[in-house]
């Protein structure tokens, strides 16, 4: 059974079709992919996914249970995490405060500390910037919080939007490494990326979306090698 399953999904703002009848799948313990250039979709898809914007018709699973109505908050609950494009930390709390509003959802003090010292393992700048106000910390490293905080609800999957945006090549190397070691850790991911490259050596399989349809699909592999893939999204 597919963790996450989306069937004929389709999105529209005002008369605009943002997402036309998409259907992908995300098994438990993937790394899946959607590439795809701006404007196609990919953001809208996760928004739509994780409750933040409304569907005109499709269907979406989750762990079995269909969540298409199903409001943001409570998708949390059930085991879904979103970092969203463009980190959105709130800058006037500290790292500490930011890293335990994600986990609001959870009531047991020892497993919030359990899950606050597995997240420092991940991202040791979070812990030496503990008491420092997010708004003060470099991009990479507000990438770094936002991964922690949604780590905080101890998701089953963690749906990421353009982690590498904005930053340096070594940053990016660095994020990706953890998104490789939360996924051998267990977590499910799905991963909304511009760098196709990179997403694609790190995925098990992916979907490709173009101007609000998927286009292609197949392991990552497959994809890497595509000739239309390297011409269109990897500069060959």
Do not use: C, W
């Not at 991940?122 to 008491?131: I, N, Y």
């Not at 609800?153 to 904005?166: A, F």
Request: proline share 3%; glycine share 10%; net charge negative.
């Amino acid at each position: 059974m597919a963790m996450l399953k989306v069937t004929d999904l389709s999105v529209k703002y005002g008369v605009i079709p943002a997402l036309k009848e998409i259907s992908f799948e995300v098994g438990e313990g993937e790394v899946v992919a959607l590439i795809g250039a701006n404007g196609a979709g990919k953001t809208t898809t996760l928004h739509t996914v994780t409750g933040l914007v409304e569907s005109v018709s499709g269907k979406i699973e989750f762990l079995g249970q269909d969540i298409t109505k199903v409001p943001a908050h409570k998708i949390v609950a059930m085991g879904m995490a979103h970092v969203p494009e463009g980190r959105r930390v709130f800058p006037e709390m500290t790292v500490y405060q930011n890293l335990m509003l994600g986990a609001y959802t959870r009531r047991d003090a020892d497993e919030k500390n359990a899950s606050l010292e597995s997240v420092y393992g991940h991202f040791p700048r979070l812990k030496e910037r503990a008491k420092q106000m997010a708004g003060t910390l470099s991009g990479g490293e507000q990438q770094m919080l936002a991964m922690g905080r949604a780590l905080m609800s101890r998701p089953k999957i963690l749906l990421m939007d353009e982690p590498s945006m904005g930053l340096s090549p070594i940053l990016v190397n660095e994020i990706f490494n953890i998104i490789e070691e939360v996924s051998k850790e267990g977590t499910t991911v799905l991963l909304v990326e511009q760098n196709a490259k990179k997403a694609l050596a790190l995925a098990d399989r992916a979907y490709v979306l173009e101007t609000g349809s998927i286009t292609l699909s197949g392991s990552a592999d497959e994809l890497l090698h595509n000739d239309e893939i390297k011409k269109a999204y990897l500069g060959e």
